[in-house]
């Protein structure tokens, strides 16, 4: 293993419930009566991408105009909620160790925007500097955002790597199949609001990160 990709926000941080409360206050700023609560928003997490969720709950009704402003909306509400500081999630300060002690390279790949790589990184600066990491992708680096394994792709042309020799660490059942779909080993590192579905292959599922990589890296 010579590089271990996290591969999406979730996987350093828990947010959903800020993103779940920006996207209400982007449907009242748009004027729509819409509301998500907890168990609607994990049903949405099941599927990457806000602006596929917006339009999937309007039936495929919605312009794309209007599915842009919601999602810029909510973005600028997500970026004032977010507080000055963050937590990592427990456990992955310890792999962010093993791998400074094993010379194991890092990377950041997701397909969010800039604005929230830029907020997250500020908010854990004091535990995680972002110039750890080796590489870095947001949606400006690929067409086709998740679950459409591009990512992973452009992050190995990156590394110089072959997907043999990386591991990378998703949030949800489908950004991991992303990544398997790019042959790449992933484990599932599920957040709190992470529906995971009942025929999971429970082998690759962890909620303590440092255990699992340890037994892949043995």
């Known amino acids: 293993m010579k590089a271990i990709m996290f591969g999406s926000i979730g996987t350093l941080v828990e947010t959903s419930e800020i993103q779940r409360q920006s996207f209400n206050m982007a449907f009242k700023e748009f004027g729509l009566n819409w509301y998500w609560n907890t168990a609607t928003y994990c049903r949405m997490l099941i599927e990457p991408g806000g602006k596929k969720r917006i339009l999937k709950y309007s039936g495929n009704e919605l312009e794309k105009e209007a599915v842009d402003k919601i999602h810029q909306l909510k973005e600028k509400f997500f970026l004032e909620l977010v507080p000055e500081k963050l937590n990592l999630r427990p456990t992955v300060a ?125």
């Open 94 to 218: 310890q792999v962010l160790r093993f791998a400074e002690v094993n010379k194991i390279r890092l990377g950041f790949i997701t397909t969010t925007s800039q604005n929230n790589l830029d907020v997250i990184s500020s908010a854990i600066k004091t535990e995680l500097d972002f110039e750890r990491f080796e590489v870095v992708t947001s949606n400006k680096d690929i067409v086709s955002p998740k679950p459409d394994p591009e990512v992973y792709r452009y992050a190995l042309t990156k590394f110089g790597l072959k997907n043999s020799e990386v591991l990378a660490i998703e949030d949800t059942p489908v950004n991991r199949d992303c990544a398997i779909e790019a042959k790449i080993k992933c484990i599932l590192f599920p957040g709190e609001y992470s529906e995971i579905p009942p025929e999971n292959k429970y082998q690759t599922l962890t909620y303590n990160l440092m255990t699992k990589i340890s037994e892949v890296y043995s």
